[in-house]
C-alpha cells in the first residue's frame, strides 16, 4: 500500500503562484509514475502534468510555461510549482501514483490523495 498526502492548496489572486507537495509514505519503492490531476466542479478529472522516477515529464497544454513538475526520490515528495495563476486553474488538484500504465488514464494509476483546494480569485 501506498499513502499519499497533498497539501499547499489554498485561495490566490490571479497572477499568483502556489507550490503544492505530494507527500508518499508505504511501499512506494516500485511506484514509477506520479501525476497531478485536477477535477473543477462540473467537470471530468484532468491529467495537468506528470513525472516518472527517472524524471521524464508530460504537462497538458493549459499549463505548459506556467507549471512545473519535480519530484525528490529521497524524501518521496512531488511538487507542482504553479505560476501565473488564472481562474480557470480553479480546482481539486489531486496527487496520484501508479506502478506502470498509461499517464493519461485515471483508471491506471494505482493511489490517490485526498485533493487540495485552489482557488484562484480576487
Known amino acids: 500500500q501506498v499513502q499519499l498526502v497533498e497539501s499547499g492548496g489554498g485561495l490566490v489572486q490571479p497572477g499568483g503562484s502556489l507550490r503544492l507537495s505530494c507527500a508518499a509514505s508505504g511501499n512506494i519503492f516500485s511506484i514509477n509514475t506520479m501525476a497531478w490531476y485536477r477535477q473543477a466542479p462540473g467537470k471530468q478529472r484532468e491529467l495537468v502534468a506528470a513525472?516518472?522516477?527517472?524524471?521524464?515529464?508530460y504537462y497538458a497544454d493549459s499549463v505548459k510555461g506556467r507549471f512545473t513538475i519535480s519530484r525528490d526520490n529521497a524524501k518521496n515528495t512531488m511538487y507542482l510549482q504553479m505560476n501565473s495563476l488564472k481562474p480557470e486553474d480553479t480546482a481539486v488538484y489531486y496527487c496520484?501514483?501508479?506502478?506502470?500504465?498509461?499517464?493519461?488514464?485515471?483508471?491506471?494509476?494505482?493511489?490517490w490523495g485526498q485533493g487540495t483546494q485552489v482557488t484562484v480569485s480576487s
Open positions: 496520484a501514483a501508479q506502478y506502470s500504465g498509461s499517464w493519461f488514464s485515471a483508471r491506471e494509476y494505482h493511489y
Open positions: 513525472i516518472t522516477r527517472g524524471g521524464s515529464t
